[in-house]
């Protein structure tokens, strides 16, 4: 045997043993059914052709490895970037167990998130004793200081009216009448995670702006001088609204970051659990009315909230998660522009650094072929930073792209001679990818965790930015926004460049005559 | 065995040496690399001058005695590429302690040498001696001839401690070393007519592998490289190569003079870096080769070779041409490399604004001054504040020069290419200068090169770091002779002597039209025949300047 009591091995040594590779080899030949290893080789080759890509694109019901989640996911994300702020989701749930696992494997720290838990029963008769039971329960455990409800699919298809739901608990009295329940509702079957977001935030915003569904009046505007800000689904939230809150106080701004959930999703360990942590406060939330402008960090995470805000008498501006030098230039300014503030001579400093490190190394860079894919935003802010190296974004994907998100992409290739090849994807898939990327190879990937499969079926090296990353630890607390994100997304690139020449360079005697010390 | 100071008398008196040559009797015993100067930064000293001189040999344990300084900073820096052997990455040291400097490190160093050959059984020890056990009067000739005999392994003593002078002293301390306990102890194992010597040429990045395959296919052997790629029996044996090629003069030219004193190998200083310098070489080992005894026909077979792969350099290059119009370069660098790069980059259609001469011999220096006209701009030392004035105030639009200026270049918003040894890419030959043409055309059009010229761009003071180019266009309209004068100078045919002005006037008189009249009429391009695309541009332009202009100057 290969383990005993004295040595117990784990999964990458274990079925490496001869019993094991026995064992399958026989359930193989016997159950499996197996086919001639030179035709599968054959298939397998196939599908790196032309001839397959073509049928791959002609593809209409399927989606293959999607790289998109859902409006929910989207929706606990923002909620819980509130003060004491219990998510809770309508429906079934299995779902919500996804939500806080996908959220926790990427930001390595709990979530907290409660379901109504619908069963067959509700979905026949509607959900709203579970609504009921739900925020009575959900409020005594976990003593909430607002309650964020958005639904899963199940509620929506039978249609449960969120807003009459709430109001009914309220009356059965489930919790306090005075409790802050908003609601979205956020159906996976419309859109995407970053739909979710958005949904979310307009919900919480039109609560505690448009009195709160009829149980207070509605705020009167009295504009001030504040900010307010709001970054859309990020996976690099902890250390982007960190930076951000940094890059305000040096300009001297007031400042309000909406569903700033930094510290939720990086609590300390000091012994103390903590359920909520951080978060824009409530009085917050309600008072970003009065504020001068709102700056949205990502266009396609804040397309109803933005015209929601504008029609509340203020400025709002957004951007396409901008990275790099000009796009953060751009976003300087604007801040500059909207509060009369100057630019100070620290953050120059961090551009002028910023701006040495890529002209010390962009020789590295320069010419090099990029695959893209995630949401539609980073994929924009990536690209931009790209070409801003003087590096080619071949393929750019997003699943949950559209038409106008592959017109804006467009747009920003013709902008410059590095994007002259260069193409957008809206709606495909990462199965569309790995046609691209046989037929039209590039020299690295970005993209998320999932990536790996391209990476390993293509041979193209991927570089981890993006939402999820579960197989690697903690890059979610390093900004990527702001001149010293820039530099961080530069070092990651570069890593991964120079990996890949020792990588090509180090069989003894053979190629390690280029396995320099100094590159 | 020579001692070390009448070794550095020698090299004082090195007579290949032009610019030792022209020296009274006085000035040479000063020696022939200028001393450092007190409190200015400098660069390496003769350890490591003669370090990276033999550290390529690959499968030779090279052993620093001394301190950990010397070695722990250093170690495996050289990017020389090995074919095989890789003993000579692996970084050996007696890693003195103060111990060893009270009591001497003789013992020490007898000790370590015989592990190393215990352990790794290389083709020869070369101990390298610094400052410290030099200083203390660790006599590493003594010790390594003990180990030498001892262990029955060569075990070469490499005299060249850091303080006696340069890093290019030091160079030719270690070729001194070669030319006393080295070359001529072995035999090889077989000889041809084809055999030549590369000296001074360490395989960077590979380069030597891009210009290998043409002699391969020429059917000359490199019998022994000093020392890119290098093998001990190699060098040993050296001594029966038919030609030598002198690659880097300023390092190694004393090897080549003696080992042509000694045995009768005539050398030539050529390069590789460019298609003419190429060819050039390429042509002058043949010929070597031919008086030595080789059959006649291999020039032939040399000119066809030339020929195609010229004509495959040219083609690609060309497609960068538009692209460089009007593109500027100053050259920063040491060595061998200056003039040859400039040809080079005057292939590619670049405009040369200046190039540094620290390193140049006379001779370097006038073969500048034919290349770039008699308003070449050479940089003899220069300070990094200096070079950054340079920079700002040439206003050319790359620097190409080794990675200790880079930063310079970059607080200057300049774009910037390594061509020194830490670079990525082998420029060698005509492979080489095409992909150097690539790299320079990738760091021109780098777009961050714009975000570097440019402040903040909430900048509202606009800080105008150029000078204003009216006023330059003005001053040069006052003083029109000058320029014109030298535009004219401006060497076309390099092996006939022949300048612009010469061609442009006899075009004008004798309306020729064709590379043939020329040659005719002026001489140029009978040479190397390399300078017959720039005829045909010029031709090319004079036709473009219109009828009545001629007539003008012919009246």
């Known amino acids: ?519 | 065995m020579s001692s070390l100071s009448a070794t550095l008398q020698d090299i004082f008196n090195e007579p290949g040496c032009a610019k030792n040559a022209n020296k009274s009797d006085v000035e040479r015993k000063k020696g022939c690399t200028k001393q450092p100067q007190p409190g200015a930064a400098a660069g390496g000293c003769a350890f490591d001058g003669a370090k990276i001189a033999l550290q390529p040999f690959t499968d030779v344990a090279h052993l620093i005695h001394g301190p950990i300084a010397c070695e722990g900073n250093s170690w495996d820096n050289r990017g020389a590429a090995s074919s095989g052997a890789s003993i000579w990455r692996t970084s050996f040291t007696t890693d003195m302690t103060e111990t060893d400097v009270v009591f001497g490190g003789e013992k020490r160093l007898y000790n370590a040498i015989k592990e190393i050959i215990g352990k790794y059984k290389p083709a020869a020890v070369f101990v390298y001696q610094t400052c410290v056990p030099a200083m203390i009067g660790d006599d590493i000739d003594i010790v390594c001839k003990a180990a030498s005999r001892k262990f029955r392994k060569p075990v070469i003593p490499i005299n060249a401690p850091g303080f006696v002078g340069s890093k290019n002293l030091g160079n030719k301390l270690a070729g001194e070393a070669l030319l006393e306990h080295v070359i001529g102890t072995e035999e090889p194992d077989y000889t041809t007519p084809y055999d030549i010597n590369m000296i001074g040429e360490y395989n960077l990045s590979g380069e030597l592998w891009q210009i290998k395959p043409l002699l391969d296919e020429l059917g000359i052997r490199i019998l022994s490289c000093i020392s890119g790629d290098g093998r001990y029996h190699e060098v040993a044996s050296s001594h029966r190569a038919r030609a030598a090629m002198l690659v880097c003069s300023k390092s190694m030219i004393n090897v080549a003079r003696r080992m042509e004193e000694r045995y009768c190998i005539p050398f030539f200083e050529g390069s590789f870096y460019g298609i003419q310098d190429s060819s050039a070489s390429l042509r002058e080992i043949a010929q070597l080769l031919v008086r030595r005894g080789a059959p006649e026909e291999l020039i032939g077979r040399t000119e066809a070779v030339i020929a195609r792969e010229e004509a495959r350099a040219w083609a690609a290059i060309r497609q960068y041409k538009p692209r460089f119009a009007g593109k500027r370069a100053l050259l920063i660098t040491g060595g061998v490399k200056s003039w040859s790069v400039v040809a080079a980059l005057q292939e590619a259609g670049l405009e040369l604004v200046g190039t540094s001469v620290k390193k140049s011999t006379e001779e370097d220096k006038e073969r500048i001054k034919e290349l770039m006209g008699l308003d070449a701009h050479m940089i003899e030392d220069i300070s990094a504040r200096e070079m950054y004035k340079m920079l700002k105030d040439a206003r050319a639009d790359i620097m190409l020069s080794g990675g200790k200026s880079q930063f310079v270049a970059l607080k200057a918003a300049m774009p910037w290419l390594d061509i020194n040894q830490e670079r990525s890419h082998a420029y060698l030959g005509y492979v080489g200068i095409v992909k150097l043409v690539e790299e320079i055309d990738k760091a021109l059009f780098n777009p961050i090169w714009e975000q570097l010229r440019q402040p903040a761009p909430w900048d509202t003071v606009c800080k105008n770091t150029h000078s204003d180019p009216m006023g330059q266009a003005a001053e040069s309209a006052s003083h029109p002779t000058p320029a014109e004068r030298a535009r004219r100078s401006k060497r076309i045919c390099f092996c006939k002597r022949v300048d612009l002005g010469t061609l442009e006037d006899a075009i004008r008189s004798h309306g020729l039209t064709t590379v043939r009249e020329i040659r005719q009429k002026t001489n140029a391009s009978g040479g190397c025949g390399a300078c017959k695309s720039r005829i045909r541009h010029i031709l090319a332009s004079s036709r473009e300047s219109s009828a009545p202009a001629v007539l003008d100057a012919a009246e």
């Not at chain 1, 909620?79 to 696992?101: D, I, K, M, N, W």
């Not at chain 1, 309650?147 to 039978?158: F, L, P």
């Not at chain 1, 419309?190 to 739909?195: A, D, E, F, I, Q």
């Not at chain 1, 990996?499 to 053979?510: V, Y």
């Open chain 1, 1 to 519: 045997m290969a383990q005993n009591a004295e040595r117990v091995l784990d999964h990458f040594e274990l079925f490496r043993g001869p019993e094991y590779q026995q064992m399958l080899e026989n359930k193989k030949k016997m159950f499996e059914n197996p086919r001639d290893p030179a035709e599968v080789e054959r298939i397998r080759e196939w599908t790196k052709t032309r001839e397959y890509r073509d049928k791959n694109f002609a593809r209409e019901a399927l989606t293959i490895n999607p790289a998109k989640a859902c409006q929910p996911l989207g929706a606990v994300f923002a909620s819980v970037g509130f003060e004491g702020t219990l998510p809770f989701v309508h429906g079934s749930q299995g779902c919500v167990a996804y939500y806080r696992s996908h959220l926790s494997r990427h930001f390595k720290e709990p979530t907290s998130c409660v379901s109504s838990s619908m069963t067959e029963d509700a979905a026949v008769f509607g959900g709203l004793n579970n609504m009921i039971d739900g925020l009575a329960n959900s409020y005594n455990m976990y003593k909430p200081k607002m309650i964020a409800v958005s639904t899963t699919c199940m509620a929506e298809v039978i249609g449960d009216d969120l807003n009459a739901f709430i109001k009914t608990s309220k009356e059965k009295g489930s919790v306090p009448a005075d409790l802050d329940v908003p609601f979205a509702h956020t159906p996976a079957f419309v859109g995407s995670h970053v739909t979710g977001y958005d949904n979310a935030i307009k919900g919480i915003l039109e609560h505690f702006w448009d009195g709160k569904a009829g149980t207070a009046p509605k705020l009167e505007r009295k504009p001030n001088d504040k900010v307010n800000f709001i970054g859309g689904f990020d996976g690099y939230a902890v250390g982007n609204l960190r930076e951000i809150k940094r890059i305000f106080e040096v300009m001297g701004i007031q400042y309000t970051v909406l569903a700033d959930n930094a510290d939720v999703f990086d609590t300390p360990t000091d012994g103390e659990f903590r359920m909520y942590d951080g978060g824009t406060s409530l009085e917050d939330a309600a008072n970003a009315i009065h504020a001068k402008a709102t700056i949205s960090m990502q266009q396609w995470c804040t397309e109803k909230t933005l015209p929601f805000i504008a029609e509340h008498g203020q400025e709002v501006v957004s951007f396409n998660y901008p990275l790099g030098v000009s796009a953060t230039d751009e976003f300087l300014m604007a801040l500059s522009r909207i509060t009369g503030k100057e630019i100070p001579d620290e953050l120059a400093r961090e551009r002028g650094r910023l701006v040495d490190a890529i002209a010390d190394s962009n020789a590295h860079i320069h010419g090099k072929k990029f695959a893209i894919y995630g949401d539609p935003d980073v994929c924009h802010g990536l690209a931009a930073f790209l070409l801003e190296l003087g590096a080619e974004p071949t393929h750019v994907l997003s699943t949950n792209g559209n038409k106008a998100w592959q017109e804006k992409m467009e747009a920003l290739f013709a902008s410059s001679p590095f994007g002259q090849n260069c193409h957008a994807y809206p709606g495909r898939d990462l199965w569309h990818l790995r046609s691209l990327l046989f037929t039209e190879p590039v020299d690295f990937l970005i993209g998320n965790t999932y990536g790996k499969y391209l990476e390993r079926d293509t041979g193209t090296p991927l570089i981890r930015i993006g939402f999820p990353v579960f197989d690697r630890h903690h890059h979610h607390r390093s900004p990527v926004w702001g001149y010293q994100g820039g530099l961080n997304v530069l070092i990651k690139i570069l890593d991964k460049i120079f990996d890949e020449f020792d990588k090509n360079a180090n069989i003894p005697g053979k190629t390690d005559y280029s396995f320099d010390i100094i590159r």
